[in-house]
């Protein structure tokens, strides 16, 4: 989280989750839905929706 002084107090102003997964069997494309379907689907986020700038980084590993 961000936290920054907005009209003399603080403020959480930016939320970024970075992820970095190892599924095996799913594609990239199936492996972004999902993964903005739980940023979507999240609480917090949506407690904080409009109010923070919310992001998720996510990283596929591809198996070898």
């Known amino acids: 989280c961000t936290l920054d002084e907005v009209d003399g107090a603080?403020?959480?102003?930016?939320?970024?989750?970075?992820?970095?997964?190892?599924?095996?069997g799913i594609e990239p494309a199936d492996?972004?839905?999902?993964?903005q379907r739980a940023k979507d689907g999240c609480p917090i986020s949506q407690a904080l929706r409009?109010?923070?700038?919310i992001?998720?980084?996510a990283?596929?590993?591809?198996?070898s």
């Open 55 to 57: 992001s998720v980084a």
């Open 31 to 35: 492996f972004e839905q999902q993964i």
């Open 10 to 24: 603080p403020k959480v102003t930016r939320s970024e989750l970075r992820v970095r997964a190892s599924v095996e």
């Open 50 to 53: 409009g109010n923070v700038e």
């Open 59 to 63: 990283t596929l590993d591809q198996a």
